[in-house]
């Protein structure tokens, strides 16, 4: 996960600073060169980790700071004010026309910083917001480039334009204009070109887009994992094309993330969304003070909260806590109960969403694979298995397990598991009926989701 070393130090440096009852400014200037040092190894760009260091001193060794009962935490409280700057302060909202109009959206960015997937993912967030896009394909330069974008519309139930790789990027984007205007889109997405460097071909192609079409976003997509390669491309655009924003892709990879802290700082640009996974859900929109409060190990509890607003069914929430309360929940519930936990992107990302707990469970390995060969388990049984697990006798166990490629001992785990559960929930339930106040307002799942 990126960010995990460098907040791994940053958290260390805290710990020093929290366990003085006083601090000095030789205190103060010592923590802040392991604050230096850490970034600069997160590959955070140099002059962007000079300024942030020199504005979080200025402020911390001030006799306010200083002299007060717990002067650490008034330090960590500046870090944390000072690297939300560093982001952007406010978070940027895509900036799109009324719905009776159509907004054009130009995609720009390197051959492979996932520009081509993260258009279908963008796609998919308008889509679920009541907005009809148009994907249009520009790129008549990479091989399958034309295909990618297809096949990713059709997941998306995006529609897709293209005219195939005959004809330039400019004559297509004006073909698709016409097209939108005829179809009633509203958002009118261009896939442009990348290549594997900068060269002036390509800019002069995404100039004369925008020249001869009204672009009302221009957008850059870069890949985290290019650390300070990832601010250069930032900058050469902008100075190049005026970008209004950046997407940042592959934030969830191992990767120092350095580009996330420079970027803003470097092109005065704003960051709309960071790509967190491979999944076609898997962007967020980009929160300068949450993304903080995770470099800061302090969690981010609010896009837990999102994440689970948005996958939250409160109709099957409210049948599920029922059949909780009179034990009566079966195979399919634990299904969908794990499906939960899958749209809302792993255990894995879960956890490291909750405050300190990267730190604690660092060496934990979680085996998402686990979820994968229960589900395949549960769907190896028929309806009336699911259903009535009393009914699982030898035979059976040993059929599902066929099916779903596991041992006997699996599946006898996962009944055993299931049993268990049951049993707590009926102790559960009855601790609930005595006027208990155990649980959250949606009721606790058995299976410790």
């Given at each position: 996960?990126?960010?995990?070393?460098?907040?791994?130090?940053?958290?260390?440096?805290?710990?020093?600073?929290?366990?003085k009852?006083?601090?000095?400014?030789?205190?103060v200037?010592?923590?802040?060169?392991?604050?230096?040092m850490?970034?600069?190894?997160?590959d955070?760009?140099?002059?962007?980790?000079?300024?942030?260091?020199?504005?979080?001193?200025?402020?911390?060794?001030?006799?306010?700071?200083?002299?007060?009962?717990?002067?650490?935490?008034?330090?960590?409280?500046?870090?944390n004010?000072?690297?939300?700057?560093?982001?952007?302060?406010?978070?940027?909202?895509?900036?799109?026309?009324?719905?009776?109009?159509?907004?054009?959206?130009?995609?720009?960015?390197?051959?492979?910083?996932?520009?081509?997937?993260?258009?279908?993912?963008?796609?998919?967030?308008?889509k679920?917001?009541?907005?009809?896009?148009?994907?249009?394909a520009?790129?008549?330069?990479?091989?399958?480039?034309?295909?990618q974008?297809q096949?990713?519309?059709?997941?998306?139930?995006?529609?897709?334009?293209?005219?195939?790789?005959?004809?330039k990027?400019l004559?297509?984007?004006?073909?698709?204009?016409?097209?939108?205007?005829?179809?009633?889109?509203?958002?009118?997405?261009?896939?442009?070109?990348g290549?594997?460097?900068?060269?002036?071909?390509?800019?002069?192609?995404?100039?004369?887009?925008?020249?001869?079409?009204?672009?009302?976003?221009?957008?850059?997509?870069?890949?985290?994992?290019?650390?300070?390669?990832?601010?250069?491309?930032?900058?050469?655009?902008?100075?190049?094309?005026?970008?209004?924003?950046?997407?940042?892709?592959?934030?969830?990879?191992?990767?120092?993330?350095g580009?996330?802290?420079?970027?803003?700082?470097?092109?005065?640009?704003?960051?709309?969304?960071?790509?967190?996974?491979?999944?076609?859900?898997?962007?967020?929109?980009?929160?300068?003070d949450?993304?903080?409060?995770?470099?800061?190990?302090?969690?981010?509890i609010?896009?837990?909260?999102?994440k689970?607003?948005?996958?939250?069914?409160?109709?099957?929430?409210?049948?599920?806590?029922?059949?909780?309360?009179?034990?009566?929940?079966?195979?399919?519930?634990?299904?969908?109960?794990?499906?939960?936990?899958?749209?809302?992107?792993?255990?894995?990302?879960?956890?490291?969403?909750?405050?300190?707990?990267?730190?604690?469970?660092?060496?934990?390995?979680?085996?998402?694979?686990?979820?994968?060969?229960?589900?395949a388990?549960?769907?190896?049984?028929?309806?009336?298995?699911?259903?009535?697990?009393?009914?699982?006798?030898?035979?059976?166990?040993?059929?599902?397990?066929?099916?779903?490629?596991?041992?006997?001992?699996?599946?006898?785990?996962?009944?055993?598991?299931?049993?268990?559960?049951?049993?707590?929930?009926?102790?559960?339930?009855?601790?609930?009926?005595?006027?208990?106040r155990?649980?959250?307002?949606?009721?606790?799942?058995?299976?410790?989701?």
């Amino acid at each position: 996960m990126a960010f995990e070393n460098l907040s791994d130090k940053l958290q260390n440096v805290f710990k020093s600073l929290r366990g003085k009852g006083r601090l000095s400014e030789a205190d103060v200037k010592a923590a802040l060169k392991e604050v230096k040092m850490a970034l600069l190894e997160a590959d955070v760009n140099f002059k962007v980790v000079k300024n942030f260091v020199n504005s979080v001193q200025e402020r911390a060794v001030g006799s306010d700071v200083l002299n007060s009962l717990t002067p650490g935490q008034m330090v960590i409280k500046i870090v944390n004010e000072e690297m939300v700057k560093l982001l952007g302060e406010t978070t940027v909202e895509l900036q799109l026309k009324p719905m009776n109009e159509i907004t054009v959206l130009m995609m720009c960015g390197l051959q492979g910083a996932g520009k081509t997937t993260t258009i279908a993912k963008l796609a998919g967030q308008l889509k679920s917001k009541g907005r009809k896009p148009l994907l249009v394909a520009c790129d008549v330069y990479r091989p399958a480039a034309i295909q990618q974008l297809q096949i990713n519309g059709d997941k998306q139930g995006v529609s897709v334009f293209s005219m195939g790789d005959k004809h330039k990027p400019l004559n297509i984007a004006k073909a698709a204009m016409e097209h939108a205007a005829k179809n009633n889109f509203n958002v009118v997405i261009l896939d442009t070109a990348g290549r594997l460097h900068i060269d002036e071909d390509m800019m002069e192609e995404l100039v004369e887009i925008k020249e001869n079409i009204k672009i009302h976003q221009t957008i850059l997509v870069v890949d985290a994992m290019t650390g300070q390669d990832a601010v250069n491309v930032a900058e050469t655009f902008h100075e190049k094309l005026t970008i209004d924003g950046v997407i940042i892709t592959k934030l969830d990879s191992d990767t120092r993330g350095g580009a996330a802290l420079s970027i803003r700082a470097v092109t005065g640009r704003p960051i709309l969304y960071v790509g967190m996974g491979e999944k076609l859900t898997d962007l967020e929109q980009f929160y300068p003070d949450r993304m903080a409060s995770r470099i800061l190990g302090m969690g981010d509890i609010l896009t837990l909260i999102d994440k689970a607003q948005f996958n939250f069914d409160e109709t099957k929430a409210k049948e599920m806590e029922k059949k909780f309360k009179k034990a009566e929940f079966d195979f399919n519930d634990f299904l969908e109960q794990m499906q939960q936990v899958k749209k809302m992107g792993g255990i894995s990302s879960l956890i490291g969403m909750l405050p300190g707990a990267g730190k604690q469970l660092k060496g934990v390995e979680v085996d998402e694979n686990a979820l994968t060969s229960t589900e395949a388990i549960i769907y190896s049984m028929t309806k009336k298995e699911r259903a009535n697990p009393d009914i699982l006798n030898i035979p059976r166990k040993r059929r599902i397990a066929i099916g779903a490629g596991v041992n006997i001992n699996d599946v006898n785990a996962l009944v055993k598991q299931f049993e268990q559960s049951k049993k707590m929930m009926k102790q559960f339930s009855g601790m609930m009926g005595k006027g208990g106040r155990h649980g959250n307002k949606f009721g606790k799942s058995p299976f410790g989701f």
